[in-house]
């Protein structure tokens, strides 16, 4: 925690990259360097391929291998209690023959090495004003880099932010809380002047952009506003630069990523997403520049949960029309007969909106946070005439659509009953609406919930007129050449026509049989 181990925050040169041994035993050691190891004096292993006929004589299978037991050559060959390390090359003829658990295996695909997940974190170091917590060391066994598979690839420790929000006193800010141990006290150079105490001195902190000395003390007298400087460092976590994407971590003034890790470098897109690429959101501009054709308010744009970076402007300065917004209920919060005229910024559900008007200039809102309430933009044309110098809105809107903003409501009808006379039914649908403001959308919104089953109801129409078969004569045969006859064996089938009363004729098939 020194100043001077400023060295260990940059990165180590890659101009030579170093080299290491093997992941398995038996790809660095082979079988002759795992007898020089083992048995004093040898010089190799024994093979069967150069000692066949020593290996008959110690009564050796014709099947062993090295994975058994090493045999190693000093005078002689050996038979030794160790087995060949993993990896060691079992088969002369065959490079991807190794031993593994004492048998001679096909070799195994390498397997790349994973990391575990971060043990549980302790308590945050500080309450407020951000703290830096180290998490505890994670390994690289989920799983094991075996078979010549690579290692992890980061580090394994992790520093995060933790309790970033403001400190409410300047007692819980650890540099105002340093600073004050002075209070009462001139300090030392140009903070005593003719050597004189000042006892009733205040001290607050002092936030310096000198390169290299960010994050050390530096404490400012608010009588004389002399600086005084030492080497303390101040605490882990503290802003080291007015950009808060800088933090002090053990003395040194380090980048913090939008996900709050130290040493990262995720940023915030212009999507609001942290470590984006922009693709998530889309930003809208249009002109209102309708005609105004008497006094009163004109709807301009109704804003929706979630639009962010509002930007509205009239096109040119003008008396005739004011600016005005609404909630989603109606309630003025922004008009010309409301006090908010003269605040140059309130809060909205959460949400800060900012109002800015100089004289003989436009009016200009903006809005930068996502809204958390629905907004209306109206214009109130005051005087009933003149032309409308327009106003511009630009926002931007995630293309993701919410899906809790849409759920599926019945429809306010019934439909007509299914008969015109008698029994039939009525049926009520479902549609896909939107919550906020309850118009109809087209149903692929709501395709996150499956469709309700629809409403039926009976109904009943005055009554059907009476019907039944009837007996009537049969009439001629019209077209008779062109009716189908099918002969079979002897027997023969005519298709002809039934004249029921001269109105209803059914087709029948008559068979004639011998």
């Known amino acids: 925690r020194k100043p001077d181990a ?40 024994c093979s069967r391929e150069q000692d066949n006929d020593v290996m008959r004589a110690l009564s050796i299978s014709d099947t062993w291998t090295v994975c058994e037991f090493l045999v190693c050559f000093t005078n002689q060959c050996l038979i030794t209690s160790n087995s060949a390390a993993d990896f060691t090359l079992c088969d002369v003829d065959d490079d991807n023959k190794v031993c593994l658990r004492g048998h001679c295996v096909d070799k195994p695909k390498p397997r790349n ?53 403001p400190c409410s ?17 001139a300090g030392s150079g140009n903070c005593q002047p003719g050597g004189k105490r000042a006892v ?42 007015n950009n808060g994407s800088f933090r002090c971590v053990y003395g040194n003034c380090m980048a913090v990523g939008c996900d709050g890790t130290i040493g990262s470098n995720k ?4 999507c609001n997403i942290c470590g984006g690429d922009n693709s998530t959101c889309k930003e809208i501009t249009k002109i209102f520049n309708g005609t105004l054709n008497r006094k009163g308010y004109y709807l301009v744009k109704k804003f929706d949960v979630g639009n962010f970076r509002i930007h509205i402007e009239e096109l040119s300065a003008s008396d005739a029309t004011s600016l005005s917004l609404r909630d989603s209920d109606g309630n003025y919060l922004l008009d010309s007969h409301t006090t908010n005229k003269d605040w140059p910024e309130w ?87 939107r919550k906020q403001r309850g118009v109809p959308v087209k149903e692929k919104f709501c395709d996150h919930t499956p469709k309700p089953p629809h409403q039926v109801m009976t109904c009943r129409k005055s009554s059907c007129p009476t019907t039944d078969w009837l007996v009537g004569m049969w009439s001629m045969v019209r077209n008779l050449p062109t009716l189908t006859t099918i002969m079979f064996g002897t027997g023969m089938c005519v298709s002809v026509l039934c004249e029921v009363f001269s109105r209803l004729y059914i087709a029948i098939e008559v068979c004639f049989m011998p």
């Not at 990165?11 to 990259?17: E, F, N």
């Not at 995630?398 to 009525?426: A, M, Q, Y």
Request: with cysteine; proline share 8%.
């Open 347 to 433: 809060d909205y559900n959460g949400t800060l909106i900012v109002y800015r008007q100089v004289a003989g200039q436009p009016e200009v809102i903006t809005i930068a946070n996502p809204l958390t309430r629905p907004l209306q933009l109206w214009v109130h044309f005051v005087v009933g005439h003149g032309p409308n110098p327009g106003i511009r809105y630009t926002f931007t809107r995630n293309k993701t659509r919410v899906v809790d903003n849409f759920h599926w409501s019945l429809l306010p009808e019934w439909s007509g009953c299914s008969v015109t006379c008698g029994s039939g039914i009525r049926v009520r649908n479902y549609h896909c609406y």
């Open 200 to 241: 009733r001195s205040h001290w607050v902190s002092y936030n310096s952009d000198v390169p290299g000395k960010e994050c050390l003390l530096h404490c400012q007298m608010k009588e004389t506003g002399c600086i005084h400087s030492d080497h303390t460092i101040v605490a882990d976590g503290m802003p080291c630069t």
């Open 113 to 165: 090495g994973g990391w575990s997940q971060y043990y549980p974190k302790g308590p945050c170091p500080r309450s407020c004003g951000g703290g830096v917590l180290v998490d505890p060391m994670r390994y690289c066994n989920n799983p094991n880099p075996r078979f010549g598979g690579r290692n992890c690839i980061g580090s394994n420790v992790r520093q995060r932010l933790c309790n970033e929000q």
């Open 267 to 270: 940023v915030v897109d212009g």
């Open 6 to 45: 400023s060295c260990l925050a940059d990165k180590p040169g890659t101009a030579k990259q170093l080299t290491v041994p093997g992941a398995e035993p038996g790809q660095s050691y082979s079988a002759d360097i795992q007898c020089q190891v083992s048995v004093p004096g040898s010089r190799r292993a």
């Open 169 to 185: 006193s300047a007692r819980e800010n650890p540099r105002d809380a340093e600073c004050a141990k002075m209070n009462g006290f």
